[in-house]
T-cell receptor
């Protein structure tokens, strides 16, 4: 069975500094996708970045990058140049299989609450 | 239009009431989802619709009844709920299909905060 683990319940970071949020996963399926979502206090889940299991390069989206270490089954999110608006809950999620559809089922980790300090 | 909308934003209901949550997307997505999220917990999948047909029901109690009247709309009908059903209910949508470099990320709405008295 697939499993996602986020071991950091909360993190602090100074504004303009970089921060790494940890995520490890476990699956027996060689094909899977990894996602990071941001959830501000308003409640909406905002998609940040995606990494497919066969992707050769680490995904990047603006200030977000995903440090994908397949052998270690980790998919850490790196946020560069933190901003006050980055304060939110961050969820790592996994989907077995590389495509969406009837089985496009996301399993979420428990989340990391990030607080950016001025 | 890359937006999923949900109404109402907030809902307070008694245990004998019948109410409905609505979700709408105009991104041409053919998969739609309902999640339940308790405070300080991750979202939990409830239902998945693919091409307007129910494809996943995560053993949700029958007091929750989903409906997908067309490819853009998803409803969640509520009846005889319990106080422990109070939560944030999130709707999401995504593309469907086989893609070698698939992402098919789920786009979420802002949620409905439900309180059952």
């Amino acid at each position: 069975a697939q499993k996602i683990t986020q071991t950091q319940p909360g993190m602090f970071v100074q504004e303009k500094e970089a921060v790494t949020l940890d995520c490890t996963y476990d699956t027996s399926d060689p094909s899977y996708g990894l996602f990071w979502y941001k959830q501000p206090s308003s409640g909406e889940m905002i998609f940040l970045i995606y990494q497919g299991s066969y992707d050769q390069q680490n995904a990047t989206e603006g200030r977000y990058s995903l440090n994908f270490q397949k052998a270690r089954k980790s998919a850490n999110l790196v946020i560069s140049a933190s901003q006050l608006g980055d304060s939110a809950m961050y969820f790592c999620a996994m989907r077995e299989g590389l495509y969406g559809g009837a089985t496009n089922k996301l399993i979420f980790g428990t989340g990391t609450l990030l607080a950016v300090q001025p | 239009d890359t937006e999923v909308t949900q109404t109402p934003k907030h809902l307070v209901m008694g245990m004998t009431n019948k109410k409905s949550l609505k979700c709408e997307q105009h991104m041409g997505h053919r998969a739609m989802y309902w999640y339940k999220q308790k405070a300080k917990k991750p979202p939990e999948l409830m239902f998945v619709y693919s091409y307007e047909k129910l494809s996943i029901n995560e053993s949700v109690p029958s007091r929750f009844s989903p409906e997908c009247p067309n490819s853009s709309l998803l409803n969640l009908h509520l009846h005889a709920l319990q106080p422990e059903d109070s939560a944030l209910y999130l709707c999401a949508s995504s593309q469907v299909g086989r893609r070698l470099a698939g992402d098919n990320e789920q786009f979420f709405g802002p949620g409905t905060r439900l309180t059952v008295l």
